[in-house]
């Protein structure tokens, strides 16, 4: 049945990240860097096209609102979800400019990107990295199984071992909410 073979396909990817060490780490220190930003008063940025746009715009949200427990809101935010801004740029420019523009115009050193794309080839992700790290920003690329592109324009690579989109959404979404709780619980530890 093809309900039960999704579910398998989605624990068999999960269960290759839960056995690479070197993924784990990754993790944390991306978590690590995410915080530091937080304290040193930087903010973390999103981008992502489609479902990945929907997983940035999640994942702000559980930055700037609140994951586990009540707390201060940290500054995040998708750059995708100014319309009239996106389209604009994408009229006036084109759209592979659209998330460039935007770090360029609210970028600065010690911020940090987290580009999301399954194929990781997502040309307006890749010139978002180019201008942030011109800026001196952290720049966190999370991908499918090669990397793409963007593995050669991101300080930092997450590429989920998986080329099936379903899957590798589903792992980035989770390696995002785990991101988000270790930021929360490291800055704001429950007593």
Known sequence: MRISESIKES?????????????LDLIREVSLHCAEAFCNGNKVLFCGNGGSAADAQHLAAEF?????????????????????????????????????????GSGKEGDVLIGISTSGNSTNIIKAFEVANELGMITIGLTGESGGKMKDHCDYLINVPSSDTPRIQESHIMIGHIICELVESTLFPRE
Request: aromatic share 12%.
């Open 64 to 104: 700037s609102g609140r994951f586990y427990y009540d707390r201060p809101p940290l500054p995040s935010e998708a750059l995708h979800v100014n319309t009239s801004y996106l389209t604009a740029v994408a009229n006036d420019y084109s759209y592979d400019e659209v998330y460039a523009r935007s770090v360029r």
């Open 11 to 23: 624990i068999e990817v999960k269960q290759k990240i839960l056995a690479d060490k070197n993924m």
